[in-house]
């Protein structure tokens, strides 16, 4: 597990490298399929402090099988992200400025141009309330089932990200540089429309255009790159 660690490593302070995190309010996880182990940063470290050996390893039901310190508080919400999304190989959670601010003001993330169709196959969505009646069984794990209901009818691979009203987003890709790109994207795609629709409230963007943008660069005939 030691590559899986130090990837998950670099991910998380690329974290910091990229303004997405300030303190410790963030953190990055990968799985490994074939053992069915998870690896994440641990709990309220600093990321100046962090090194490899700190990176937590444990199963899909959350038992800790390697490391000295406890995972993130949001262990939970990842692990249940990876049951329910086989695409996922690595998952980012952040509380980054503007992809907060929608997630707060409860919204989804609209599509309003390119930039955003390049990355994302519609819009970004935002999670129901939390059921506070279900939390018995953990607020971090009904979180979690929150982003899976969200995304009934939904690609997870398509749209890999959610908005979790109230709180911030979760990202994920294939593996822990494709998770932290698509945190990045969201968050610049987030401003965008803040400032877009501070300009023009009501802009939007054809969704022919939107689907000749995803399709040339995921599409099965894409044109985009070498």
């Not at 018995?136 to 908005?163: H, M, N, Q, W």
Request: proline share 6%; charged share 20%; hydrophobic share 40%.
């Amino acid at each position: 597990m030691h590559n899986l660690k130090e990837q998950v490593l670099e991910a998380n302070l690329e974290l910091v490298r990229r303004g997405l995190v300030i303190y410790t309010w963030g953190n990055v996880s990968a799985i490994d399929r074939a053992k069915g182990l998870v690896v994440i940063k641990p709990s309220g470290v600093k990321y100046e402090c962090l090194t490899a050996d700190d990176i937590v390893v444990l199963d899909l039901e959350g038992k800790v099988v390697e490391g000295r310190l406890k995972p993130s508080s949001d262990t939970p919400t990842h692990l249940e992200i990876y049951k329910a999304f086989p695409y996922a190989g690595a998952v980012v959670h952040t509380h980054s400025t503007y992809a907060t601010a929608w997630a707060q003001a409860g919204l989804d993330l609209p599509c309003l141009g390119t930039t955003h169709a390049d990355c994302f196959h519609g819009p970004i969505p935002c999670t129901d309330s939390l059921d506070f009646n279900a939390l018995a069984v953990g607020y971090e794990k009904e979180t979690g089932l929150a982003i899976i209901r969200r995304f009934e009818g939904l690609d997870p691979a398509e749209t890999p990200a959610a908005l979790v009203r109230n709180h911030g987003p979760f990202v994920w890709g294939k593996d822990a540089p494709g998770a932290i790109y698509n945190a990045v994207v969201l968050e610049e795609v987030a401003r965008m429309a803040a400032i877009t629709l501070g300009i023009n409230p009501a802009a939007g963007c054809p969704s022919e255009l939107q689907e000749i943008h995803y399709m040339r660069k995921h599409g099965p005939k894409a044109t985009y790159g070498q």
